[in-house]
């Protein structure tokens, strides 16, 4: 569910949170208890919490007493999809360490008192095939021969979390449907197919023992050193954009389930498979024909048949 947001008073947002208790109730009457609700913060152009002054000076701990206060009941976890903003020059395009470690240390609370934790970063936010760091995420990528100008890059921002807060985060859902992401620029590009792609990603993963080199000595406020980050498989999810990328660009890359399918079972034969796969958005199943709750669940086989197509 997105997005809301915390502070001293209780939830903020747009969310409807005694509709979506209900429809919970409802939901599990009919048999889908098994289904784990996770709540967002951030997304694109929101808030982070060093910038909203309602949020200032609370600690953590705080922060997180008054979410599990609020809807704590409601949800099973939370999600963490902080990004940057359109306009270029807003401190939104930079991840403070004051965010960073808040972030991080609401994970290990969340954690600790039982619920799930996840982040959803784009995948220059969380990117395996290069060790650049920065906080920053209004980045051009100088180093890529595909849009390189494209002011809107981040250099492994995420990374910081997993090396710090790896063991508190259980869901690690990579955007692959990021504005001229890496996997856009290998499939539009280089004309690597998607399901190619999606084999060389957890293949090229397995090969570093699910790590990946971050240089984090390149900005010595974070106060880390450069190491591999643990990325494990049984974390991974795969992040797709769903039937509002199924029109002809060059910007946003779209996977057809086929693709999806096809890679997914290859790497299951090898037992190097990702934890899932994740998509954005529920309210655009449909769009240009395109229904991936239906198509996905045929490669997890999450739901019986009959219930996936009720």
Request: proline fraction near 5%.
């Amino acid at each position: 569910w997105s997005f809301m947001g915390i502070d001293r008073t209780g939830a903020t947002g747009r969310l409807d949170f005694e509709c979506i208790r209900k429809l919970i109730i409802d939901m599990d009457a009919e048999g889908y208890d098994d289904t784990v609700h996770l709540v967002s913060f951030g997304g694109w152009d929101g808030p982070h919490f060093d910038e909203n002054t309602s949020e200032q000076n609370m600690s953590a701990k705080e922060w997180f007493h008054v979410w599990k206060q609020a809807v704590g009941s409601i949800f099973h976890g939370l999600d963490f999809d902080f990004e940057g903003n359109d306009v270029l020059e807003s401190p939104r395009n930079e991840f403070s360490l004051e965010t960073l470690d808040m972030m991080g240390s609401i994970c290990q609370f969340a954690k600790q008192n039982g619920y799930i934790v996840s982040m959803a970063p784009p995948q220059s936010y969380l990117d395996i095939d290069t060790p650049r760091f920065s906080r920053y995420v209004n980045l051009t990528d100088p180093d890529r021969h595909w849009h390189s100008d494209f002011n809107y890059f981040g250099a492994n921002v995420y990374a910081h979390t997993l090396a710090k807060y790896g063991d508190y985060v259980d869901l690690v859902q990579v955007q692959f449907y990021e504005s001229y992401a890496r996997a856009a620029m290998e499939i539009l590009y280089h004309k690597i197919s998607p399901e190619r792609y999606l084999s060389l990603y957890n293949l090229h993963l397995v090969g570093k023992n699910e790590s990946f080199f971050v240089d984090f000595e390149s900005d010595p406020s974070v106060g880390l050193p450069s190491q591999d980050v643990a990325l494990p498989l049984s974390k991974l999810v795969w992040g797709f954009g769903n039937g509002w990328l199924d029109t002809p660009n060059d910007k946003n890359i779209y996977f057809p389930p086929a693709s999806i399918a096809t890679a997914y079972n290859a790497l299951k034969d090898l037992k190097i498979e990702p934890r899932g796969v994740m998509f954005w958005c529920v309210g655009q199943e449909g769009t240009n024909g395109v229904y991936y709750a239906k198509a996905l669940n045929k490669v997890l086989h999450i739901r019986s048949t009959q219930g996936a197509e009720a």
